[in-house]
């Protein structure tokens, strides 16, 4: 049985300067390997949760935080954010925001510069990672010319390059066009699967995460109200909609039809090609 | 200040044959571009980062001159009248509330484009009165425009450009970076602003949004516009959307797949699709409701 | 199509020589072109070095954007002229040379405005040749060897990389406040784009800076350099002939005093009357051209 690569210990933290504690006796753990999905509303805590992780929260921002982050068998609070950014990568929504260099392959170098790594390692690893995220041959473009999809994977390639274990994406799609967030999602669901990455994401596309993630968690005022498989979460429309959350389309459809026409007895579809298939049983079950 | 002497007054924006050039070179921003939307519709625009969509926006305003055409607004020519001057005419709502609050309280926030287009004093009051309802701010209008949540700071932005009463306005991605509570009460006042005779403009990626409200998608690509139709007949044609990178809602999606084919419509949200799946159960659906419904 | 936001003045890519010259050694001669053009009045060698630095340019391939880069001397360089004539910076008496209505030329400033010219027009010229022949990294790169702070580095870097994003940034503003019928005039009307830029630039700080130290930015460790500058012996050479030619020319001019021509070169009226004539003709139409720019607008 392998151990959890993050557990959150009755965690509750609150801002400085606030009354109202931004997390509230928040406690899971994430599997290595795992992909999770972070929804709520804006202000529900997801950034904070995010930042707990890699130690922003309380290290560099200050405030109070009672319980425990454990991340790689570390005790997050105990460790400068530096160091634990060698275990865990963090990008944000909008990814000029975290561009500092005059090229893509500086950019990538920034964090291994300040790691000491060897010209001779950089050499070899920021080529490397740039094919990684999809940006072969862009060594030498400004980060501030390149497309926002583009930009966003340099933030990830530039955390990558630290290979941490677990990559966090803070609404990383929020700023991009339709292109933009597919390429991302995309390399998101590559790192999963192929290299066996940790990844969390926080997003408000409930269709895209139904496809990708293993698990979802669901924030509500600093509390953690849900916390299950897509499946599980993603059926239950109507508690959704009291916390103000949107559900996949498909799985709206067949909540209707099951509580408005009594049409849908078996397990909610949440994405669209189970709906497909059981819609046109359904119509089918009339001809036939 | 402002004359408004509309020479079109049948039309909201009228674009003939325009195309714009970046000053700098020879970089075609807008090939060639017609488009005749009437006062009262609600129109959404779709298209890829660099496709054109917010450069022709920029030409409803007056923020960018066409380098040649006409684009008349409100019956007023943007090429010969100032941003300042069209303010009056047309609204414009950027997408990030940050880049345009600087005032100290929500109530100064909103008197500040009205009192630029010239309204009197107490029309100013009025006005507010009536946008903080509308917007239900009640009870942030004391307090400082950055003090307020990002949600309600989005409200706020959207507040101040209708205080001006433009009768068009133009949302610029009404809904990025907010969740979906918000983009939902956004998305309820383009509707009623529509209802109160405001010709509303939205540019958004946000397709089960503009599923929901407009009711004419124009799409772009390279500069030029592609397509120019219905939502459902956007949606419906997948030649488009893939030659676009675009997708429909999910919902549109699977009734394409199952209703559709059968002769049933293209549907823009779940309870539509809902009700023709019953619909064509029919009676078969409450005969079966003891037998096999779910098979 | 993504808008590369333009700089004012940018490296132009090339393989020249002079791009191959090591930064520091580039760097020497910039210093020492300013060190040499405010130790002297003497304007054989100021115009010698200005002649110099422009003799570079088509070696590195950049007279055309130098030249444009230079444009801005044009107005600076025709007020400080024009104003030497009418307002000689030298003691009185002065001597006057002509009459145009009521203005009253002197010749007494016109050796003093062309040192001012020549000094400007040095530096400026041999500045511009190595920025624009030289990649920003590898000049802060160099600094690093220097022992240059950290910190302080970046910061500087981060300043040059941040003007362009500013530019549009701020654009960006205007255009939301005129869209609401913002006047451009006096304080009130910068309040409403300045309140907006300064909370954006917050806003920035702070996450650029969460991503920074999530990248390991302030660790104390040995920090390793991605890109390598060499320093070849060429590049010595360079340096220190530089360092030697600029410093001996400054260290005679100082001994002698400035080094000074004045009282050899002397100018005569018609002379002294169509080089204020040329000064006030430029100076006025950069003003009346930015006039009917900014009326366009």
Same mark, same amino acid.
């Given at each position: ?16 300067? $606030? ?28 950034? $904070? ?9 309380? $290290? ?5 935080? $009672? ?72 060594? *030498? ?85 849900? @916390? ?44 669209? *090609? ?12 009339? @001809?036939? | 200040?402002?004359? #408004? ?13 325009? &195309? ?30 660099? #496709? ?96 307020? #949540? ?40 383009? &509707? ?29 690509? #390279? ?57 064509? &159960? ?14 | ?21 090591? !930064? ?33 340019? !088509? ?15 044009? !107005? ?25 209505? !009521? ?195």
């Amino acid at each position: 049985m392998p151990e959890p690569i993050i557990t959150f210990d009755n965690v509750t933290f609150t801002y400085p300067g $606030t009354e109202e504690p931004a997390l509230r006796d928040i406690s899971f753990s994430i599997m290595p390997g795992e992909y999770v999905a972070v929804l709520g509303l804006n202000g529900a805590g997801k950034t $904070t949760m995010g930042l707990c992780v890699n130690g922003v929260v309380p $290290t560099m921002l200050g405030g109070d935080l $009672t319980g425990t982050v454990t991340v790689g068998g570390l005790t997050v609070s105990d460790y400068p954010v530096r160091e634990m950014s060698k275990l865990v990568g963090m990008v944000f929504d909008n990814p000029e925001f975290q561009m500092s260099q005059m090229s893509a392959a500086e950019e990538v170098a920034l964090g291994l510069e300040n790691a000491g790594v060897a010209y001779e390692d950089m050499k070899r690893i920021i080529p490397e990672t740039l094919e990684l995220v999809g940006l072969a041959g862009f060594e *030498e473009r400004s980060p501030l010319g390149l497309s926002g999809g583009q930009q966003q994977r340099l933030a990830i390639a530039a955390v990558l390059a630290m290979a941490p274990q677990i990559l966090i994406m803070d609404e990383p799609t929020s700023n991009l066009d339709p292109i933009g967030k597919q390429e991302v999602f995309d390399m998101a669901a590559k790192l999963n699967r192929d290299r066996g990455m940790t990844v969390i994401v926080i997003e408000h596309e409930v269709e895209v995460m139904a496809r990708y993630a293993d698990r979802v968690i669901v924030l509500d005022q600093g509390r953690i109200v849900m @916390n299950g498989t897509p499946q599980e979460i993603f059926s239950r429309v109507d508690d959704l909609a009291a916390l103000k959350l949107r559900v996949p389309e498909a799985a709206e459809l067949a909540t209707i039809l099951g509580t408005d026409y009594g049409l849908w007895k078996g397990p909610i579809p949440i994405t669209t *090609e189970p709906a497909v298939a059981e819609i046109s049983e359904l119509l089918g079950a009339k @001809n036939g | 200040m402002v004359e #408004s002497t509309p020479t079109n007054p049948t039309l909201a924006i009228d674009v003939r044959g325009a &195309r714009y050039v970046y000053p700098t070179g020879n970089v075609v921003a807008l090939g060639g571009v017609d488009l005749q939307v009437a006062h009262g519709e609600i129109i959404g625009i779709i298209g890829q980062n660099g #496709s054109g969509k917010t450069t022709l926006t920029k030409l409803f305003n007056g923020l960018l001159k066409p380098t040649a055409g006409t684009v008349i607004v409100n019956g007023v020519d943007t090429a010969k009248h100032s941003v300042q001057q069209m303010a009056a005419h047309v609204g414009y709502v950027f997408q990030n509330p940050n880049h345009q609050l600087f005032a100290r309280t929500v109530r100064m926030e909103l008197e500040f484009g009205p009192r630029n287009i010239g309204v009197p004093e107490d029309e100013i009051t009025e006005r507010v009165d009536e946008v903080v309802e509308f917007f239900g701010l009640q009870e942030f209008i004391e307090e400082h425009p950055y003090r307020v #949540s990002f949600p309600v700071r989005k409200l706020v932005g959207i507040a101040s450009i209708v205080a001006m009463r433009p009768p068009i306005i133009i949302f610029d991605e009404p809904s990025t970076g907010q969740d979906h509570n918000t983009t939902h009460i956004i998305n309820g006042l383009m &509707r009623r602003l529509r209802e109160r005779g405001t010709t509303v403009v939205c540019v958004s990626h946000d397709m089960p949004l503009l599923a929901d409200v407009v009711e004419r998608v124009i799409v772009m690509k #390279s500069t030029e516009v592609i397509a120019d139709a219905s939502p459902r007949e956007v949606f419906a044609d997948q030649a488009l959307m893939a030659r676009t990178n675009l997708q429909a809602p999910q919902v549109t999606q699977i009734a394409l797949q199952t209703v559709v084919p059968l002769g049933g419509p293209v549907a823009l949200t779940p309870a539509e699709l809902a009700a023709d799946i019953a619909q064509r &159960r029919g009676k078969s659906a409450r005969r079966g409701r003891t037998s096999s419904v779910a098979g | 199509m993504s808008m590369q936001a333009a700089m004012p003045i940018a490296m132009i890519p090339g393989n020249s020589i002079i791009h191959r010259i090591n !930064p520091l050694a580039k760097l020497v001669w910039v210093v020492g072109y300013v060190i040499l053009a405010f130790s002297t009045q003497n304007i054989v060698i100021l115009y010698s070095m200005a002649l110099f630095a422009l003799l570079l340019a !088509p070696i590195a391939g950049v007279t055309k954007p130098l030249l444009k880069g230079a444009l801005i001397l044009v !107005p600076v360089g025709s007020s400080l002229l024009a104003l030497q004539i009418i307002a000689p910076a030298v003691e009185r008496p002065w001597t006057a040379v002509d009459q145009i209505g !009521p203005l009253v030329l002197y010749g007494d400033g016109v050796y003093y405005g062309f040192v001012l010219l020549g000094r400007i027009v040095a530096s400026l010229l041999m500045a511009l040749i190595m920025v624009m022949t030289t990649h920003p990294s590898d000049l802060f790169t160099s600094f690093a060897k220097l022992k240059v702070p950290y910190t302080l580095n970046f910061m500087l870097a981060m300043t040059l990389q941040l003007i362009p994003v500013f530019q549009r940034e701020v654009g960006i503003i205007m255009s939301a406040q005129k869209s609401r019928g913002m006047k451009g005039t006096g304080f009130s009307a910068v309040l409403p784009s300045f309140v907006p830029v300064f909370v954006g630039a917050i806003e920035r700080v702070q996450q650029l800076s969460i991503s920074l130290e999530s990248r390991g930015f302030g660790s104390d460790g040995i920090k390793t350099s991605y890109r390598q500058v060499r320093g070849r012996a060429s590049d010595w050479v360079v340096g220190i002939v530089g360092a030697v030619v600029l410093i001996t020319l400054s260290v005679v001019a100082i001994t002698k005093g400035t080094w000074s021509l004045a009282n050899e070169i002397t100018f005569s009226p018609l002379f002294v009357l169509i080089t204020f004539l040329i000064a006030a003709t430029l100076f006025a139409g950069v003003i009346l051209a930015a006039i009917a720019f900014s009326f366009k607008k």
